[in-house]
């Protein structure tokens, strides 16, 4: 049996926003490269909380990912050049990049998840 952890959603305090333009149909492949990174991140990073991965219902080359912090200084420790893993993650999958993914900083304001059931 499988058991979901849901962090606490008061612990969430920062976003990184990844927008990512792919070249036509490597969407898919794209997916698979940033999937085993995650699993091969999650609950190894000091303050990382989860990612979003959310792909465009109406152009499959727009992909944005968010990732969930609990302190800005873990975030810019893990996005910073010195970090291998990440950097490693870029370099496989730039070859799926129409142009460089750009990043935006956000504080959370609120966040809530209703009626999650399991």
Known sequence: MNTIVVPNTNDIKYVKR?????????????????LEFIKSVERKVKGLKGFIVINSATNASEVIVLSL????????????????????????????????????DYVVSHFSISDFRI
């Open 69 to 104: 912090w609990e302190t800005k200084p873990d975030m810019e420790v893990f996005y910073h050049p010195s970090n291998k893993t990440l950097y490693e993650f870029v370099d496989r999958a730039s070859s799926l990049f129409e142009g460089k993914p750009e990043r935006t």
């Open 18 to 34: 990844n927008d990512v333009k792919l070249k036509a149909g490597m969407n898919e492949e794209f997916n698979k490269i940033l």
